[in-house]
DNA sequence: TAACTTACTGACATATATGTCATTAACTTA
DNA sequence: TAAGTTAATGACATATATGTCAGTAAGTTA
């Protein structure tokens, strides 16, 4: 799709200008990604980048921004969980967290920090801080209710709550990079994720 | 520590650079990681590394060739697990497992792939058809046996088997990146990833 | 210790990236 | 529709990377 002429665009630019890095980064990494093919994606010159955002690390920086503001505008509209029993509920919100995470424009974000992440501990943060701990501060409070509720031994709050997690984390690598390989059923694997933890393995 | 003279190292040149290649994609990622800073790192010139390796691709991929192997050297040895109860020999294969992955020199491996796996479709077949089909293959080896001994649910073989294998990863993952900004008791992970796999975390 | 072999180096040519700036042209206003 | 404003561009200067090659010197042989 070629852009005829040029056109001028200063509200949209912003966002089309990070969407195109974003892509790129998907695509070949950070340090890999020029600035040159982060235009070309956007369909303009090189030098207008540079009318909007100083250096690539600025860019990366409002990407950032952007997606995980993205992602909590979304979580913040219909996490309505019902009250049932505790593996009902449990369901809902790993299907939930599995579209927010594995499913999300946002994955691209971790591909970055796991690639390149040393050289922005402020990025590291931020995504630990805001994304990470949203997902274990929902799991941790789902599971104090089911506790509240007897449905929970008890011994479970000792241990670390990344391992309820940790299925999510693998399917999101997956993704990003045996997918092709050898893909993931998700419905299925969400399944999987839910009988594991709650019932385990070992016969009762 | 400064080398006094340049030396002549024929045998030893190869893995020496190896080894400086990956604490430099380790440090900076790929794309990031300079011939001449890799050089820095050998304590060699730059132009030395081309006298064995053309470019900067064969170097990755005789790095994966040398650290699958050692990975795969070390795998060999020392694999008596005891024949007693499930649970015993699970948590044995795990902890088995941990070192083997996390605490290894091969999991700056898993960075590059999950950073820049598009642009080495090879390396992300090695690497899955090895190290990945290697642990996926123990496990579905132990979970079998303990199936036949009818200690496991017999629905249990009917799920992903990268669900059991899911805190490994996550564990590898945090290693890479969030570490250093919340760190992981390892030792302690490993109890609750027993304790929730065998067992569920709901009341029995 | 002199001649020989070759691992190693420094300099060169080339390619590709970045950030800046004067000029251009799209859009607005009078 | 002419003049004014500024978003966008292309060319420039600079920096950093790559791969090559003739020359250097470490180690070996006679």
């Known amino acids: ?16 200008i990070i969407d195109a890095a974003l892509a790129e980064f998907a695509a070949v990494g950070y340090s890999a990604a020029s600035m040159a093919q982060i235009a070309a994606r956007a369909g303009i010159a090189r030098s207008t980048i540079y009318l909007y955002y100083a250096d690539k690390e600025a860019l990366i920086s409002a990407a950032f921004d952007l997606r ?19 593996r009902e509920v449990f369901h809902e919100m790993l299907t939930l ?14 591909k970055v920090l796991v690639a390149e992440g040393r050289q922005f501990p402020q990025l ?15 799991l941790t409070g789902l599971l104090k209710q089911g506790l509240a509720r007897g449905e929970l031994r008890p011994d479970v709050m ?35 994720h839910v009988s594991f933890i709650c019932d385990g393995i070992l016969t009762r």
Not at 74 to 86: I, N, R
Not at 124 to 138: E, I, P, S
């Open 68 to 86: 995980l503001g993205q992602a909590f505008a979304a979580a913040g509209q219909g996490v309505a969980l019902s009250s049932g029993p505790f």
């Open 1 to 16: 799709m070629p852009q005829a002429k040029r056109s001028r665009r200063k509200e949209a630019r912003p966002e089309e």
């Open 97 to 110: 967290l599995y579209t927010r995470i594995v499913k999300s424009d946002a994955l691209v974000l971790l």
């Open 124 to 138: 590291l943060t931020r995504y630990h801080d805001t994304a990470l701990n949203a997902a274990m501060t929902m």
């Open 158 to 192: 000792g241990y670390d709550i990344k391992l309820v997690m940790s299925p999510i984390m693998l399917a999101a690598i997956w993704h990003l990079t045996f997918q092709e390989l050898e893909p993931i059923d998700l419905a299925h694997y969400i399944e999987g």
